[in-house]
């Protein structure tokens, strides 16, 4: 395959100005359409005339291959770039020599670093003060947590007891009865509810006691009295006695009087105050604990929060810390693997100024300063323009050969092509849009370094046994393909159908036998091309040229009036409705609306309507571009040109 490439196609470029659009053969849905056809942009739709010449060329069966060849720059499959990690501006100091073999960890460019160390003694006392301050804010939490901690706890315990005491002044069943009504309860009527208990209970049944006691001993002392008197009456007591028994009986009496009153206190004022004073109590102890709960929460809180800060102060301090530290270290440039030195000089200023990579320039942050290429796998990068990229393909063969190295041919394969176009010089020529493709090398001889300048040659395709004449000996006349053969009766202005093309060749694949001589340019005296004229459609849509779906036509009409009908509106025998269309510059809205009313039509009419088209048809008319666009079948051949890559990627022709 390269030795006919080389023999046959030796030095053929595809390019934007210099193509062949191959026409895509058309299949419509329901109608054949007519449509336009590829011209040779670089014709430019006319043909040049070479009065007198009278050269002609052979129609042969050969090989025919299809390349794009674009010039390049060889570089290294896989390349370490070195940078600057050094933030802001720094002076280089010292810089290994260009073309240096070096292994890893070899230093390769030294930075000054008299500010970063300077900022480094600065940063590590910012950093001392930021822990100082971390560990002054760690104790203050601890501190807080501990006093929240021992507050809570007594605040709790005087809830606790303040519970107890409630209980056990009023019972547990009756405290707790207060407890769930909120405190919603008349105090003074539970003296007497059956759920008293506790202290209250028991005083209570005290005072009583007292009160029966009183009663019973003012008893005795009534009847004492009585029997003293009975017996002074008798004379077996005297009068002093009888005196010391009453005066003893009033003591009683008096005594039950005390005790009544004892009792009555108790129910009006002293149950009530004491009931009341205890459920109070245990109420604000209970709010005194949530009071001791939120404002140590709060200064736990703060002291948090001064402990984060500080915390974060430090660690940020120590992020500036660590950074300057690194900085400083990213002075001293080191080689990541082994390779050789090549300067990355800067190319992105405009005017193609580049600084030099030398002790005492000044270099940026992420400034590429250094390349080290793997030269074990080597590829040539080339840029294809807009208008061929998308024939070539991941994975096409390829030659090359290095300019530095004339006299070997290298192998190679397509491995990458841009997604986007490379807009690196934008400003030299906006309107050029070319696309990065690298082509990597099967082998890497001896001597190759990157930057030599290449010539890459991008196989296409390549057909055998195709008939092929000079590309020179193909025009365009009245928007079709021609050849002027030489014929025994004179000169034959013919129609043909093309294909695949270089610069040198293209392949007939219709109206042409081999054998046959062809005029290299348009020769004196050749005659027109004849085509069938064409028919200038109706000023109406293209829906309104058939019938109306489900009308019957002139031929299924029923009865005279149906075939008067039909007849009157210009239907005739074919059933339309108006005259046939210039099938050849529909409208793609009259072919919708064509397609439309064919798809609704009864299966008879439809059949008979499509055979009236194809008689309207004329001859051989190519099809149209909006066909290929649709989607029709193509052949499947690629190459530049004629081929299908331009048929279907570069758009309609000229």
């Known amino acids: 395959m390269a030795g006919s490439a080389a023999g046959t196609v030796a ?20 109608v054949v359409l007519a449509a336009g056809i590829a011209v040779w942009a670089g014709l430019g739709g006319t043909s040049r005339e070479a009065p007198g010449s009278g050269k002609t060329g052979l129609a042969v069966r ?48 030294r930075l000054d670093s008299a500010d970063l160390e300077e900022r480094l003694r600065s940063q590590e006392m910012v950093q001392k003060t930021a822990q100082a301050a971390f560990q002054k804010a760690d104790k203050a939490y601890l501190i807080a947590e501990s006093n929240r901690e021992s507050l809570l706890s007594a605040a709790r315990l005087a809830v606790k007891f303040a519970l107890l005491d409630l209980r056990k002044y009023l019972g547990a069943d009756l405290a707790d009865a207060i407890i769930q009504a909120e405190g919603n309860t008349d105090f003074d009527a539970l003296v007497n509810d059956s759920r008293l208990g506790g202290e209250a209970l028991q005083q209570k049944r ?57 009792l009555d206190l108790f129910l009006r004022y002293g149950f009530p105050k004491m009931a009341e004073q205890y459920y109070t109590d245990w109420l604000e102890a209970g709010r005194e604990c949530d009071r001791v709960d939120a404002r140590t929460q709060s200064e736990l809180d703060s002291a948090k929060a001064d402990l984060d800060n500080s915390r974060e102060a430090l660690r940020l301090e120590e992020t500036r810390l660590e950074k300057v530290r690194e900085q400083l270290a990213a002075t001293t440039i080191t080689a990541p693997q ?27 942050h992420q400034q590429s300063l250094i390349k080290l290429p793997d030269l074990s796998e080597m590829n040539v990068e080339v840029r294809l323009h807009e208008s061929v990229v998308k024939q070539a393909g991941t994975g096409d063969p390829a030659f090359v050969r290095i300019d530095a190295l004339p006299d070997q041919r290298l192998t190679g394969t397509v491995t990458k092509i841009a997604v986007m176009p490379d807009r690196a010089n934008w400003w030299l020529n906006p309107g050029l849009k070319t696309y990065t493709t690298e082509v990597t090398l099967d082998e890497t001889p001896g001597g190759l370094k990157p930057g030599m300048s290449a010539q890459v040659e ?35 202005t013919r129609r043909v159908t093309v294909g695949l093309s ?50 019957p036509s002139a031929d299924n009409a029923t009865g005279p009036t149906g075939r008067a009908r039909a007849e009157s509106e210009g239907g005739g025998e074919s059933g339309m409705t108006g005259r046939m269309p210039d099938l050849k510059n529909l409208t793609p809205d009259q072919v919708k609306k064509m397609r439309d009313h064919l798809k609704n039509l009864p299966e008879d009419q439809r059949k008979r309507l499509l ?44």
């Open 458 to 492: 991008i196989l296409i395709d390549r057909r055998d046994d195709v008939l092929q004449v000079p590309v020179s000996a193909v025009h365009v006349e009245k928007g079709f393909q021609v050849l002027y053969v030489d014929t025994a009766k004179g000169i034959e």
């Open 611 to 654: 055979g009236e088209m194809q008689k309207h048809l004329p001859a051989g008319a190519p099809p149209r571009e909006s066909d290929r666009r649709d989607g029709r079948p193509a052949d499947k051949g690629r190459g530049s040109g004629v081929g299908q890559r331009d048929a279907q990627k570069t758009g309609p022709a000229p």
């Open 11 to 30: 030095g053929t470029t595809a390019s934007a100005s210099r193509r062949w659009v191959r026409p895509a053969i058309g299949a419509g849905v329901v």
């Open 338 to 364: 082994p390779g050789m030195v090549v300067y990355h000089t800067s190319q992105g200023r405009r005017w193609g100024s580049s600084e030099s990579l030398e002790a005492g320039s000044t270099v940026l």
């Open 502 to 551: 270089n610069q040198q060749r293209v392949e007939i694949t219709d109206g042409l036998t081999e054998g046959e001589r062809v005029y290299l340019y348009r020769p004196t005296g050749a005659p027109a091309l004849k085509v069938p004229p064409r028919v200038e459609p109706p000023d109406r849509t293209a829906g309104q040229l058939l019938p109306e779906p489900g009308r």
């Open 206 to 262: 005290i005072l009583e006691s007292e009160i029966d006691l009183a009663e019973e001993e003012l008893k005795r002392a009534v009847s004492t009295v009585e029997w003293t008197r009975r017996l002074e009456s008798r004379g077996y007591v005297t009068g002093t006695e009888l005196e010391a028994d009453e005066l003893a009986a009033r003591r009683k009496e008096v005594a039950l009087g005390q005790a009544k009153t004892a």
């Open 62 to 109: 050969e090989p025919l291959v299809v390349s794009i060849t674009e010039s390049g720059e060889v570089d290294a499959k896989r390349s370490t770039v070195v940078r600057c990690e050094v933030e802001g501006n720094s002076t280089i100091v010292w810089v290994i020599e260009e073309g240096t073999l070096v292994k890893e960890g070899d230093e390769l460019v």
